[in-house]
């Protein structure tokens, strides 16, 4: 149902600030685009390149661009963390934060990356980082958003639904794995939150479907916005945890229909623009200060991810050069249409074909668990009988109820207790096992 006002305060959350100063040297730099050096067997070079030296504290990674279109001359932009355990062995992830806009930077530096951006703008080591034992890879995508960008015109050049994203990042990704040819083996994983529910299935897609030497094994969403037509109902929801009366459920609910009959007749923008109609109107009435997670008592404050990564210093360690740091108003605009649209097909073909993980966060009013799980219902793939079937079982981490899980075959959805939308961020302990576990196929409750 809250779309709009998620994809803006995501934006917004980033402070993104451009410097005044912008004749100091880095600014007149071109960005670094690998695609050059790996197209001519200069991965060493490029690797060399890639390399990020001058952040404090210090840990090994690399960052810079792959061309993904040259027509429209579209790049883009990574940051790359290798597993502190056994890189050669270890999985290999990919993460991408939600909305169109959104940078995915933010996810590293807030919720999941071995930097963790404090209220300050000083970075510290994040105790439980994803890639103790993995290596993650943060996409900005697709162009227009953080970093990542395009020569091209608009709109000709922005993606506009998600087969042209899928596209795009699978161009990335087999880039990505020339430049590091040892983890070409390496089990490959999907994870992201929120519109990632759509960007993932679609990259999926594009991999499936493709002559592709990227392999992929599995797909983790967090809080995903996949099926609008089913996940936008949440009226009932807000009415029984008290945040709406009886008659604005009623009404709601009205609003609702309204939608849902405008994306059965493929009236996808004006549908956009009720839900958001239908947002507004929500946080009139609620007044609640974090839609991310409704405990939140006072203002909701968080680092200025924008105003760090424009720092000089931060903008030469990690080799964008003269690269403008997108709000992504553009990229948003592009993709208004995409999304109300569904991913119901592809993940059914994805659910028979990989292993698939749904997590949410209990306290999230932006995209709820309840009609996310109605949604779940709806698929239609093999093991569809087996998840309706099976027992809901206590997940636990030590002695912590961590929150409820139900598997069937490859297929696992699991609720996280006392956590929001950004569930790494609110219980990063039980975010990293979940995503251990997943990764390294271990059953989550015995």
């Excluded at 934060?97 to 071995?114: A, H, K, R, W, Y």
């Excluded at 009623?250 to 493929?266: A, G, R, Y």
């Excluded at 059914?348 to 996310?372: A, C, H, I, K």
Aim: proline share 4%.
């Amino acid at each position: 149902m809250m779309y709009r006002i998620l994809c803006l305060s995501v934006v917004l959350s980033l402070g993104y600030s451009f410097p005044a100063n912008q004749d100091a040297d880095v600014w007149k730099e071109p960005p670094l685009i690998l695609t050059p050096f790996i197209e001519s067997g200069k991965i060493e070079e490029a690797r060399a390149k890639a390399l990020v030296t001058q952040l404090k504290p210090n840990i090994t990674s690399y960052a810079g661009f792959f061309n993904v279109d040259k027509k429209c001359d579209s790049n883009l932009f990574f940051w790359f963390f290798p597993s502190q355990s056994n890189m050669k062995k270890d999985p290999v992830s990919f993460w991408v934060n939600g909305d169109p806009g959104s940078s995915s930077m933010f996810g590293l530096l807030t919720e999941n990356g071995p930097y963790d951006l404090t209220l300050k703008n000083e970075l510290k080591l994040r105790e439980y980082s994803w890639n103790r034992n993995s290596s993650v890879i943060y996409f900005d995508i697709p162009v227009g958003t953080g970093y990542s960008f395009t020569r091209g015109k608009f709109p000709d050049c922005y993606a506009r639904n998600q087969t042209q994203v899928g596209r795009a990042v699978l161009t990335a990704l087999e880039q990505f794995f020339k430049l590091f040819p040892e983890l070409r083996n390496n089990q490959f994983y999907l994870t992201g939150e929120s519109y990632a529910g759509k960007y993932l299935p679609g990259i999926a897609y594009a991999i499936h479907t493709s002559k592709t030497s990227v392999r992929l094994s599995g797909i983790a969403i967090g809080n995903g916005w996949t099926d609008p037509f089913t996940q936008l109902e949440t009226s009932q929801l807000l009415y029984q945890l008290g945040f709406i009366d009886e008659k604005d459920r009623d009404n709601f609910k009205v609003m609702e229909k309204k939608t849902q009959q405008l994306i059965l007749e493929n009236r996808l923008n004006e549908a956009c623009d009720l839900m958001n109609a239908l947002t507004d109107k929500f946080l009139e009435k609620a007044n609640i200060s974090n839609m991310y997670n409704y405990l939140t008592v006072g203002e909701f404050v968080e680092p200025d991810v924008g105003g760090y990564l424009n720092r000089t210093e931060v903008r030469k360690a990690l080799h964008v050069g003269n690269a403008t740091l997108y709000t992504g108003e553009l990229t948003y605009e592009a993709m208004k249409c995409d999304i109300m649209r569904t991913m119901k097909p592809w993940m059914e073909v994805l659910m028979d074909n990989y292993r698939v993980l749904f997590y949410y966060g209990q306290m999230d009013l932006w995209l709820t668990y309840t009609p996310s799980i109605e949604f779940i219902k709806t698929l239609h793939w093999k093991g569809m009988n087996d998840y309706k079937n099976a027992d809901r079982k206590l997940y636990k981490v030590g002695d912590d109820l961590a929150g409820y899980v139900k598997t069937a075959g490859n297929f696992t959805e699991m609720l996280i207790r006392n956590a929001g939308h950004m569930v790494p961020t609110d219980q990063p302990k039980w975010a990293l096992d979940m995503y251990n576990k997943f990764i390294f196929n271990i059953p989550f409750a015995r």
